[in-house]
T-cell receptor, first 111, second 110 residues
Framework: DGGITQSPKYLFRKEGQNVTLSCEQN?????MYWYRQDPGQGLRLIYY???????QKGDIAEGYSVSREKKESFPLTVTSAQKNPTAFYLC??????????FGSGTRLTVV | GQQVMQIPQYQHVQEGEDFTTYCNSS?????IQWYKQRPGGHPVFLIQ?????EVKKQKRLTFQFGEAKKNSSLHITATQTTDVGTYFC??????????FGGGTRLMVKP
């Protein structure tokens, strides 16, 4: 079945540590996105990529980095510069202007 | 930049009552999408509206897109406990970027 796989489901980060969240899709979608969701809140766009080897900052890119070396993969690194990283991170992909397909998310907690 | 506002933020209803959430954009939209996120889950795409004044139905759910293509609504008839979750609208502008509203969290009392 086609879909988006995010891993891990839960991630714990120590202060000052960088962590990378994985996002893989087999839908052959060109565009991929990373969103952050805080408890009881909406979705805030971190980064997006409309084509391989190209990506753009979203509304809250500070403290995050991404790469898009393959069409299927769009990993997100949460760097130590992100001061409040505890949140639910959602990856999505889309084909042209159609609806987004979301992964099941990664819950990141700072310990 | 484009803003998409959604009201209400929360809604408690008794099972069997109707529910409506409203979405308003600061700019004219090329299309609007609706998503549902169950508690603890991820958003799932429900529908896309493209035409001015468009109305679409999915069983007990009715979606409308305003004549000016700046507002939209989702109406659920006779809510059930399975309707519990957060409903998000997302508007696409001429620049092809999708902006999500803040969501309406629906709680249904059995």
């Amino acid at each position: 079945d086609g879909g988006i796989t995010q891993s891990p489901k839960y991630l714990f980060r120590k202060e000052g540590q960088n962590v990378t969240l994985s996002c893989e899709q087999n839908l052959n979608h060109d565009a991929m996105y990373w969103y952050r969701q805080d408890p009881g809140q909406g979705l805030r766009l971190i980064y997006y990529s409309q084509i391989v080897n190209d990506f753009q900052k979203g509304d809250i890119a500070e403290g995050y980095s991404v790469s898009r070396e393959k069409k299927e993969s769009f990993p997100l690194t949460v760097t130590s510069a992100q001061k409040n990283p505890t949140a639910f991170y959602l990856c999505a992909s889309s084909y042209k202007a159609y609806g987004y397909t979301f992964g099941s998310g990664t819950r990141l907690t700072v310990v | 930049g484009q803003q998409v506002m959604q009201i209400p933020q929360y809604q408690h209803v008794q099972e069997g009552e109707d529910f409506t959430t409203y979405c308003n954009s600061s700019t004219t939209l090329s299309n609007i999408q609706w998503y549902k996120q169950r508690p603890g889950g991820h958003p799932v795409f429900l529908i896309q509206l493209v035409k001015s004044g468009e109305v679409k139905k999915q069983k007990r759910l009715t979606f409308q897109f305003g004549e000016a293509k700046k507002n939209s609504s989702l109406h659920i008839t006779a809510t059930q406990t399975t309707d519990v979750g957060t409903y998000f609208c997302a508007g696409r502008n001429a620049g092809n970027m999708l902006t999500f509203g803040g969501g309406t969290r629906l709680m249904v009392k059995p």
